[in-house]
């Protein structure tokens, strides 16, 4: 990557701050920029992602059957992308740096799937066509009626489930996926109307009595002597 | 990251360890009477208002880990700087006993990340040995902190209801917010059973109290740190308009090491590890003020020895460590199927609970002998790291309009649909209650080790006595019954004898006190009713340590309450020249 376009990538991400970090890597600048999100961070949390992020866990392989798990787990439907299109094989990836305890039984079990597919197909997972894999994913998939002989596949599958659903909708296409509307300013009323009257709930008078008033909000607040609000 | 000091002072009139809530209330107090204070922080600056520190209104994905506990204990947006383990600064165990200690290195301390639950103890909570014959009473009564309970209202902010339950005793509140969804549910089960749900008492401003601070926007995220300074934490609420006094120096990153005393054994100031060059620094004083916490705290003093006091300061009585309390805590979840297939809405709120459950029942007719409060959480927050596990046991909870269950596990379009579903569909309540101090649950300092700046750390020895573990039993029978009224599926299993009916380790709920109570004996106490030492008329503690009991109430309010009225008896010391 050449300086300019360095700067530029530092530059462009609002919510990203450029960190420099040498490490000597290119013959033609030793400068590589890792992007690190700026969010409020110690100078020992910061110099911990810089240094994890710089690293690579995953080899091309895995990386590649990670992916192919994380699409089959969480693929694209009518109302959201897949789970790599929503970068979640870039979250595991740095998942399996930040919590070590991640990398054996991640590792392990690629490894276990490609025992397997070795067992049954004479191939590795990636190598296997599609409706191959998938019968390996069927009986790892369903913990309930799992034989009892898949139980480490489970066990990974289960693993694989969790990381690539909590990446999924943890990233912002995910939340938007979910109709998620907080994290902004807003004036909490209550539940809506609508919402009480499916639930068959209602607020009782004294809680809307003594509840907050959203134009009540903003004026200085004055009690009576015995802590009575005064509310006009 | 460290406040510039114009002209730092040869001596001080006084110096305060500490700048969370007794801390910083203390500065605030001193400084309005004219007194020039020092203020001690072993952590760094911090302001929430600050781009370079802002953890509010942040996104899930703006966190690499999404948001995941693993550095910060209360997740990655977390205001809190340090945890129950900080790097360089250990502590032991003895005899196998458990004891965790939650510190947070920061302007402010724990203040910054906290509930926010902001109970008062009430009259019986300071006279439990005239109740149950356990422990001791304190030298004060309700009616002695009432006065100051009221000026942290109004100084502060908290919102409530009114209610007028004899030991509930009401403030000077501002309005709660309407419960959510999930909280209607509750009181609806709740009420099935005769156990009360009332509004919860946050020192969050729903409305605005003064023109300094903003009032809540409603993003859930107080343990973030408020950037409009919308909640309670002492660097916003304290240090800030204290500094605006012009005789507030604040020293970051100092450790402090020790209390020196003169030669007839008066506190003269302390001694500090600067951290920025790890040198060896001090600050002299009139008087001495202890906010460290109440580990902390006690840790300072034991550390303190000199001819006058060779067991550590104010420690004659033998008493400084003991009676280590934290609350009891266990948990609980349920499933609400009529939760699942949620109308979405914006559901965030203020950070934290919207109503709460206080003591209900009468110690004399059960097998334990103090009481508890429930916390109740749930809703359609934020997602965050965590969001979306589980499938593999939870999705059968969710059935089709014909009222077929969903397989558990699986993949694709299907899984992903029926995690849409879940959303906002779980439920669950903390007990948090009040132990029995007990003389052998302490804090010592262990010979054997130092921290990465040279001072002896301390060593803990607590265990819980069968009055909490049987406080914990009842509190998973009411939850059961509480989540099975209000129609929730329950979920894992009821925690048994073996352990200890799922009692958290003593320090997991983070409001230890006790280490250097109060009383009208110096034989027996720490501090007289002041809290002042006993052997050292100018060295007070204004921390969780002078407490005698902890109630079944949040610690923060009280810890406000007795800085101010300790900080007021200081003025008169230094008026009648005392001090």
Redesign the interface.
């Known amino acids: 990557m050449d300086r300019r376009e360095n700067l530029k990538w530092l530059i462009s991400g609002s919510?990203a701050t450029g960190f420099l970090i040498t490490t000597g890597c290119k013959e033609t600048s030793p400068e590589v920029a890792v992007s690190l999100?700026?969010?409020?961070r110690?100078p020992?949390?910061t110099l911990?992602?810089s240094k994890i992020?710089a690293e690579q866990f995953f080899t091309e392989k895995e990386r590649k059957t990670i992916e192919i798990l994380c699409d089959?787990?969480?693929?694209a439907?009518e109302k959201s992308g897949s789970a790599t299109d929503a970068g979640v094989p870039d979250?595991i990836e740095?998942?399996m740096k930040?919590?070590p305890q991640f990398q054996l039984p991640v590792r392990g079990g690629l490894m276990w799937l490609n025992n397997e597919c070795s067992k049954r197909f004479g191939k590795e997972f990636i190598d296997c066509s599609e409706s191959d894999r998938m019968l390996v994913?069927e009986d790892i998939?369903?913990?309930?009626?799992a034989s009892p002989e898949m139980s480490q596949g489970?066990k990974f599958?289960?693993l694989m489930?969790?990381l690539t659903?909590?990446?999924?909708?943890?990233?912002?296409m995910?939340?938007k996926?979910?109709?998620?509307?907080?994290?902004?300013?807003?004036?909490?009323?209550?539940?809506?109307e609508?919402?009480?009257k499916?639930?068959g709930?209602s607020?009782d008078a004294r809680?809307?009595e003594?509840?907050?008033?959203m134009e009540?909000?903003?004026?200085?607040?004055a009690?009576d002597e015995y802590?009575?609000?005064i509310?006009t | 990251m460290s406040f510039e000091i114009k002209n730092p002072k040869d001596k001080y009139d006084v110096v305060i360890v500490g700048s969370g809530a007794g801390g910083g209330m203390t500065a605030l107090i001193l400084a309005e009477a004219g007194l020039s204070v020092a203020v001690m922080e072993a952590g760094g600056d911090f302001d929430p208002a600050k781009e370079e520190y802002r953890t509010q209104m942040r996104w899930p994905w703006e966190s690499p880990r999404r948001g995941a506990a693993i550095h910060r204990p209360f997740g990655d947006f977390d205001a809190a700087w340090g945890g129950w383990e900080i790097d360089g600064e250990p502590y032991t165990r003895k005899n196998g006993t458990s004891f965790d200690w939650f510190r947070s290195r920061m302007l402010g301390g724990r203040t910054n990340h906290w509930g926010r639950i902001s109970l008062r103890f009430g009259p019986k909570d300071f006279k439990r040995k005239d109740q149950d014959g356990l422990g001791d009473n304190w030298p004060i009564s309700y009616e002695d902190v009432k006065p100051y309970y009221d000026k942290v209202d109004k100084l502060i902010g908290v919102f409530g209801s009114k209610e007028g339950m004899e030991n509930e005793p009401d403030g000077f509140f501002l309005p709660p917010p309407k419960p959510r969804l999930h909280e209607l549910y509750v009181k609806k089960g709740a009420a099935k059973l005769n156990i009360p749900v009332i509004p919860s008492r946050l020192s969050i401003l729903t409305r605005k109290i003064n023109n300094d601070r903003g009032v809540c926007f409603f993003c859930a995220q107080c343990n973030r740190a408020c950037q409009v300074y919308a909640d309670f934490s002492s660097s916003t609420c304290l240090i800030k308009p204290a500094m605006k006094q012009g005789t507030v120096d604040v020293y970051t990153n100092a450790m402090v090491r020790e209390v020196l005393t003169d030669n007839e054994g008066k506190a003269a100031g302390v001694a500090y590890i600067d951290k920025k060059d790890l040198s060896d620094k001090r600050i002299m004083a009139r008087a001495v003020v202890l906010a460290a916490s109440a580990c902390e705290s006690a840790r300072i003093l034991l550390n303190s020895r000199s001819k006058y006091h060779p067991d550590g300061l104010a420690n004659s009585s033998g008493m400084v460590g003991r009676y280590l309390h934290d609350s009891t805590g266990t948990d609980r979840m349920g499933f609400m199927p009529a939760l699942t297939d949620r109308d979405i809405y914006n559901e965030d709120g203020v950070g934290g609970l919207h109503v709460y459950t206080p003591w209900w029942l009468d110690n004399k007719k059960l097998d334990f002998p103090r009481g508890y409060h429930i916390e109740y959480w749930g809703g359609m927050g934020m997602p965050s790291y965590g969001f979306g596990f589980n499938m593999d046991t939870m999705r059968k909870y969710l059935t089709d309009n014909l009222g077929n269950p969903s397989p558990n596990g699986g993949y694709g379009k299907a899984l992903k649909n029926d995690i849409r579903r879940i959303r906002g569909a779980m439920v669950g309540m903390s007990g948090r209650g009040e132990s029995v101090p007990q003389y052998d649950n302490y804090c010592e300092i262990d010979p054997n080790t130092v921290d990465k700046y040279g001072i002896p750390v301390l060593r803990f020895h607590y265990k819980w006595t069968d009055y909490e573990v049987r406080q914990a039993r009842h509190m998973h029978d009411t939850f059961e019954e509480i989540l099975t009224g209000m129609g929730a599926v329950l979920l894992g299993t009821k925690p048994t004898a073996e352990t200890q009916y799922g009692l958290l380790a003593p320090g997991r709920i983070i409001h230890e006190v006790g280490t250097t109570r109060m009383g009208d004996d110096p034989k027996k106490s720490v501090l007289n009713r002041y809290a002042q030492a006993h052997d050292c008329s100018n060295l007070f503690v204004t921390d969780g340590g002078p407490f005698v009991s902890q109630a079944d109430k949040n610690p923060t309010w009280t810890i406000l309450a007795l800085a101010w009225r300790t900080s007021d008896y200081i003025v008169e010391q230094f008026k009648q020249k005392n001090i």
């Open positions: 919510l999100p700026a969010y409020g110690t020992e949390e911990h992602d992020m089959i787990i969480i693929p439907d979250f740095f998942m930040d919590y994913i998939a369903w913990p309930d009626n489970v599958f289960n489930r969790n659903a909590t990446g999924f909708f943890t990233s912002e995910g939340i996926d979910l109709g998620y509307v907080g994290n902004r300013p807003n004036e909490w009323d209550g539940v809506p609508e919402v009480l499916k639930h709930l607020y809680t809307l003594v509840c907050l008033k009540e909000r903003n004026k200085i607040a009690w802590g009575n609000l509310r």
